[in-house]
């Protein structure tokens, strides 16, 4: 099975069909450049987006215990402020 990138150049086998499991340098290139591209993606919010998705599935999971966090949390602060 033969895979390509959007450079037309970049071409890699998944499969060693019985020789030296190596990477070539087109390979390496080829990663470099994909590499190069995700990271240009990324932007000046990817990390806090990142910490964003972390929290959310954090608290996505733990929804009832979350709501109820947030439900005493918010009891305690009005009995402090009487």
Do not use: K, N
């Not at 150049?9 to 190069?36: I, K, N, Y």
């Not at 000046?44 to 910490?51: A, D, I, K, P």
């Not at 929290?55 to 733990?62: E, N, P, V």
């Amino acid at each position: 099975m033969t895979m390509t990138s959007g450079h037309p150049a970049a071409r890699w086998s998944t499969s060693s069909f019985g020789a030296c499991v190596d990477t070539s340098p087109a390979e390496l290139d080829a990663l470099g450049a994909h590499l190069h591209a995700c990271h240009a993606q990324r932007g000046r919010w990817f990390g806090l987006r990142c910490r964003a998705d972390l929290m959310h599935g954090f608290l996505a999971a733990r929804l009832v215990s979350s709501l109820l966090a947030v439900v005493v949390l918010i009891g305690l602060a009005l009995l402090a402020l009487r």
